[in-house]
């Protein structure tokens, strides 16, 4: 049964930093891509960074290209997101999740996209204040 748990979300202020985990049960994360997904109030859910499963190449959406990094660490079944130099405007519940069938990548059928993902992580809620 595929699990997935998200952590590390809170408070923070603006130009600080935070690392957000995704932990994963049920499968190994370098098997699949997995992306993270943000959802502030009122907006689309949106693919953030992912990391593909075969190569562990990485995507990341423009608004946080330089200051979010991705990764994982294959031993603990884990997938981190760096979160450096944030602002009022990346605060939003953080997703983690993964599909069997998607891609890392932007393209229509990759797992950016937030559609079709099978399996979904609960949520953590990162707050940036200015």
């Known amino acids: 049964q595929v699990k997935i748990v998200e952590s590390g979300g809170g408070l923070v202020q603006a130009g600080g930093s935070l690392r957000l985990t995704c932990a994963a049960s049920g499968f190994t994360m370098d098997a699949y891509a997995i992306g993270w997904f943000r959802q502030a109030p009122g907006k689309k859910r949106e693919g953030v960074s992912c990391i593909s499963g075969s190569d562990g190449s990485t995507y990341s959406a423009d608004s946080v290209k330089g200051r979010f990094t991705i990764s994982r660490d294959n031993a603990r079944n884990t997938v981190y997101l760096q979160m450096n130099n944030l602002k009022p405007e990346d605060t939003a519940t953080y997703y983690c999740?993964?599909?069997?069938?998607?891609?890392?990548?932007?393209?229509?059928?990759?797992?950016?996209?937030?559609?079709?993902?099978?399996?979904w992580g609960q949520g953590t809620q990162v707050t940036v204040s200015s």
């Open positions: 999740a993964t599909d069997p069938v998607k891609v890392c990548s932007g393209q229509d059928t990759g797992i950016m996209t937030a559609r079709g993902i099978d399996y």
